[in-house]
């Protein structure tokens, strides 16, 4: 099961064109994967951000009290990267078939993330503890 994090939409959000930028997506993704991060075992410490790709399905319109979820995933996991999917929803097109959810999905991203080590500024290698932790978010699996 994805990790999910709800995002309040703010007037803000949106551009001239009247909908939400596309520039927001990575910030309601970022903020979707730190919250994620943060029950790792080595927090949000040791991951950078080495590549984004982003799918835009269908605009997103602001309206007062306005929400949208973020579902993070784990596609695969190697040595020492990971490959993320994150989906945003509008919360009421949820549904429990994860192939209609993809399909609703207003933007679908993929990142990729590298483990790193800040004091040798190079990668590192996914240590046990954390490998298993990620394993848990493999999309498809049961967590």
Request: aromatic share 10%.
């Amino acid at each position: 099961m994805p990790h999910r994090y709800d995002v309040a939409v703010r007037w803000s959000d949106e551009d001239r064109l009247g909908h939400v930028n596309n520039s927001r997506y990575l910030t309601f993704t970022e903020d979707a994967r730190l919250s994620w991060l943060a029950d790792s075992p080595s927090g949000n410490s040791v991951i950078i951000l080495a590549r984004t790709e982003i799918d835009f399905a269908r605009p997103v319109h602001f309206v007062a009290g306005g929400a949208l979820v973020v579902q993070t995933s784990v596609l695969s996991v190697s040595r020492s990267s990971l490959r993320l999917r994150q989906d945003v929803f509008h919360p009421g097109d949820l549904t429990s078939d994860t192939t209609s959810e993809r399909a609703q999905a207003a933007a679908r991203t993929e990142h990729v993330l590298v483990c790193y080590d800040y004091e040798r500024q190079c990668s590192r290698p996914w240590d046990e503890q954390e490998r298993a932790w990620l394993h848990r978010w493999i999309a498809g699996e049961s967590s």
